[in-house]
Antibody, heavy 119, light 108 residues
Framework: EVQLVESGGGLVQPGGSLRLSCAAS????????MHWVRQAPRKGLVWVSAIDTDGTYTGYADSVKGRFTISRDNARNTLYLQMNSLRAEDTAVYYC????????????WGQGALVTVSS | EIVLTQSPGTLSLSPGERATLSCRASQSVSSTYLAWYQQKPGQAPRLLIYGASSRATGIPDRFSGSGSGTDFTLTISRLEPEDFAVYYC?????????FGQGTKLEIK
């Protein structure tokens, strides 16, 4: 059974940093692209970042470019999102999601990690 | 950048009725990269449809997707109580992944 479990969320002050982790099981992490998608309270879904199978390619939404870094450790079956210079507007539930190859869709999602940026 | 506009914003229907949800792209897109998701309160989204018309694993056949170019549709043939949720369309193109703003399907 495919499972994605996020951790590392919490309350952080504006300008602070946080690192999210996503532990994958039930499939071979090294064979798929992975993503982070976020959802602000009572708002819609917004794609944040993507990473290819070995971390050679990374992509970011303009709103987080230069502040967030996606990475992966295939040996540990874990995806990461390092978030720096956090702003109030980064407050959201962050989901890790598996890429459905060739279709640009997300076929499995974690339960989400809540990040709150507030003083 | 492609913008996806979903309509209506809210759809009020009764169990057993047919639901038709629309997703319009700001320019023509490839059907291969058009997907639909269902999200219930407090839960992660669930992939329903990919490639505009292919059902994801475990999705009941009352869910169907269609469309091409700029206009795509998600149809739920006969609504079950568990189908009342928010639905999002999503597109991939030019290294960007874009979601529509969502349609809330509520019980009438």
């Amino acid at each position: 059974e495919v499972q994605l479990v996020e951790s590392g969320g919490g309350l952080v002050q504006p300008g602070g940093s946080l690192r999210l982790s996503c532990a994958a099981s039930g499939f071979t992490l090294s064979s798929t692209w992975m993503h982070w998608v976020r959802q602000a309270p009572r708002k819609g879904l917004v794609w944040v970042s993507a990473i290819d199978t070995d971390g050679t390619y990374t992509g970011y939404a303009d709103s987080v470019k230069g502040r967030f870094t996606i990475s992966r450790d295939n040996a540990r079956n874990t995806l990461y999102l390092q978030m720096n210079s956090l702003r109030a507007e980064d407050t959201a539930v962050y989901y890790c999601a598996r890429d459905l190859s060739h279709y640009g869709a997300f076929d499995y999602w974690g339960q989400g990690a809540l990040v709150t940026v507030s003083s | 950048e492609i913008v996806l506009t979903q309509s209506p914003g809210t759809l009020s229907l009764s169990p057993g009725e047919r639901a038709t949800l629309s997703c319009r792209a700001s320019q023509s897109v490839s059907s291969t990269y058009l997907a639909w998701y269902q999200q219930k309160p407090g839960q992660a989204p669930r992939l329903l449809i990919y490639g505009a018309s292919s059902r994801a694993t475990g999705i009941p056949d009352r869910f169907s997707g269609s469309g091409s170019g700029t206009d795509f549709t998600l149809t739920i043939s006969r609504l079950e109580p568990e189908d009342f949720a928010v639905y999002y369309c999503q597109h991939f193109g030019s290294s960007l992944y874009t979601f529509g703003q969502g349609t809330k399907l509520e019980i009438k």
